[in-house]
């Protein structure tokens, strides 16, 4: 079994390669959101944070023989846990790596962290789009009210997304909920409606829409805050192409230990 950390767009790419090389996937995501794992029959799901102990446990009892971080960028404690996990099983732990964005626009300015992108964006005097998610909103409704400048923020179309929104403060009129990666046009008009003059994104890649932000705060004239990505530790082996990735785990998993279901077994997930 293959431990495959997902919950972004590449999950069931991924996923499906591995289960189509001959390994049973379990792909585990922190929460439960609709997301698409592939359909082969050697792919299952689990939901739910994991610390290292718990992955730990959940190896042991899942037979898990190597993990796979598809985890998204910025999820810095996710794949510091699966490399804690990993070293302790003893087994191998591949990441998968977004290639960043080339910045070359003079409207972007890049920034380590949120509370400084938060005193950024608010130094303007404009209104300001956050597309950075539920988490870290602090620092940005702190500016927008010290500031007084409007603060909108779009997150996942799950309760636990929106319900944070609200606890930090921030009016539902200012809350937007869906599922990207969004097209440029999704992004403008978002951006026209509401006189959005700074638009706030992490470097999520391609695959996290960020070429769309990016091209319609261009067209639009809107200057953009990138969060740059936490700095990664330099364990474990990263990959940007998936047969690749699936190539490196089958010479680690050498038989006997990569194996297709038995024949005497019905092909499950």
């Known amino acids: 079994m293959i431990l495959l950390l997902g919950g972004t767009s590449e999950t069931a790419p991924i996923a499906s390669a591995l289960a189509t090389a001959g390994f049973k996937v379990l792909v585990s995501t922190a929460t ?30 899942q037979g898990v023989i190597a993990i796979v971080d598809a985890s998204h ?22 990441s998968w790596v977004r290639p960043p964005i080339p910045e070359q626009d003079s409207l972007i300015t890049s920034v380590p962290d949120h509370d400084t992108a938060a005193k950024v964006a608010f ?21 927008s ?24 403060g921030i009016a539902d009129d200012n809350i937007l909920s869906g599922r990207g990666p969004f097209s440029v046009e999704d992004n403008l008009s978002i951006i026209k409606k509401f006189g959005i003059r700074v ?57 006997p230990i990569l194996v297709h279901p038995p024949t005497h077994q019905t092909h499950q997930g």
């Open 123 to 143: 130094s303007y005097g404009l209104p300001v789009l956050l597309t950075t998610g539920s988490r870290n909103l602090e620092p940005y409704v702190r500016e």
């Open 73 to 94: 960028p910025y999820a810095a404690s996710v794949k510091a846990n699966a490399r804690s996990a990993a070293d302790r099983l003893k087994i191998p732990y591949l």
């Open 145 to 168: 009210s010290a500031t007084g400048e409007r603060l909108v923020v779009r997150v996942l179309s799950h309760p636990s997304s929106i319900e944070a929104c609200r606890k930090a």
């Open 32 to 61: 439960d959101a609709p997301l698409n794992v592939g359909d082969h029959p050697n792919i299952s799901r689990r939901s739910g944070k994991l610390d290292p102990d718990q992955m730990i446990r959940l190896a042991n009892q």
């Open 199 to 255: 638009l706030i994104t992490k470097d999520s890649g391609v695959a996290g829409g960020v070429p769309e932000k990016l091209e319609a705060a261009r067209l639009a004239g809107c200057r953009v805050v990138l969060v740059q990505r936490p700095v990664a530790s330099t364990a474990g082996t990263g990959f940007h192409d998936v047969s690749e990735l699936v190539g490196e785990l089958c010479r680690l998993l050498s038989p």
